[in-house]
């Protein structure tokens, strides 16, 4: 099924690496801001910081945005969710999601950004998705059931991680549940022993487009360009 559309490299150079550190300030504070201050009862926080942590962001730098987002500091930010539709070029349905402290800037930008595509209005491609709970996790023991983990948790579906995703000797999985029973699998493959590195509502697309090899680099040269982008939060795309 996969998940969100993954722009390989985006951590290459210092400017980018910056980039991407704020991306992720961004999601800790959003989601200290929505629910408890702490990772250990804020399932959506603890999964951001993990994954902050893996891509070296200073301990200070979380701490700092946990703090903001709880309104502990002055001068805090409010980021508000803005999602836009369109397609990108050979008409590849695309779905951005932004996190932004100005709508009209990021606006802005996300029209400039679509100048090789075509930007829609609010449902022009959101039927062509599905709206479901997306969870990375892996296990310390090699070879699981994970087709039962997923029965036993609550999940709808599941599909095993690549191996480059899971460290040796574990399993690694990805489980879909629906919108609404996103923090019981959650809660439910944690207590089996499963430990997650990722935990979001997604878009899931419902088809894909094939395309030969130049379209296809085309398509993703533009998605990049959109995922770079500041504001950019995540980028769902019809398109593997």
Known sequence: MGAQWKHAGRIEG????????????????????????????????????EAARKVSVPRETIERAIKKGAG??????????????????????VIVECLTDNKNRTAADVRVLFRKGQLGAMGAVTWMFDRMGVIEATHKIAGLD????AIESGAQNVEPLEASEVPPGHSGARFFAEATDLDSVNKALTEAGWVITLSELSYLAKNFSELPDDQKKEVVEFLGSIDENDDVHRVYAAIR
């Open 146 to 149: 994970i087709e039962g983990a």
């Open 14 to 49: 210092s400017s980018k690496r910056s980039a991407l550190f704020g991306k992720f300030v961004k999601e800790i504070q959003v989601a200290a801001k929505l629910g408890d201050p702490s990772p250990d009862n804020n399932s959506r926080l603890r999964v951001a910081v």
């Open 72 to 93: 502990l500091l002055e001068g805090q930010e409010t980021y508000e969710t803005v999602v836009y539709e369109g397609f990108a070029p050979h008409k590849v349905p």
